[in-house]
């Protein structure tokens, strides 16, 4: 019997582990983002990436990348800290502020990606937002080749027609002043 016991707890503590391990949803290299899926992982290849780590209080990991064809934002906000709204409502209203006459064409949402194509004067440029429990990647895709991979009905854009502006700014930098996540107070915590 106590061999069963032992046998038990040893099962037990196994699928404790099991349980407890976690593939991450996205995975960054020098040269290259991999956000995995249910059944694939996508791709995003870097050409010539401009890598700047980004800081406030409430960013566990936090940093943004330029790249020839894309802009992307990554960030991790600590576990006691929260957003103080939509995070891709947030970047959207950030992509207005920063780039004037911005215009809405079309959205897409294809698995867990939620995808805009938007223009000013006529020049066309897709952002893409996709989330975990604890982290929010917002990617600008200026030519669509990523987008292309990930949605059918999304296509490439025209070089001609391609949006030259490049955003140089950070929601993690404008957090001090929007007040786009804060740190959850501990009087929050146990009213809940």
Not at 66 to 77: A, S
Not at 150 to 175: A, G, H, M, P, V
Request: charged share 25%; net charge neutral.
């Amino acid at each position: 019997m106590i061999k069963i016991v032992k046998i038990f707890a040893i099962l037990m503590f196994i699928l404790l582990l099991s349980g407890c391990s976690h593939t991450p949803y996205m995975q960054f290299s020098q040269n290259a983002i991999y956000i995995t899926d249910k059944d694939s992982t996508n791709i995003i290849e870097l050409k010539n990436p401009k890598k700047i780590h980004r800081f406030d209080s409430c960013v566990f990991d936090g940093f943004t990348i330029d790249d020839v064809n894309l802009h992307l934002e990554y960030i991790k906000l600590h576990s006691q800290c929260q957003w103080n709204g939509l995070s891709s409502s947030f970047y959207q209203n950030f992509l207005n502020l920063n780039i004037k006459k911005l215009q809405l064409i079309k959205t897409f949402k294809k698995d867990k990606y939620n995808i805009f194509l938007y223009a000013k004067d006529g020049k066309e440029f897709y952002f893409v937002h996709t989330y975990d429990v604890s982290s929010d990647l917002f990617l600008i895709d200026y030519d669509g080749s990523f987008v292309t991979k990930i949605c059918d009905e999304c296509y490439l854009l025209d070089k001609s027609i391609q949006f030259n502006e490049r955003i140089d700014k950070s929601l993690i930098d404008r957090n001090f002043f929007e007040g786009y996540f804060s740190r959850e107070s501990n009087r929050d915590y146990y009213e809940k």
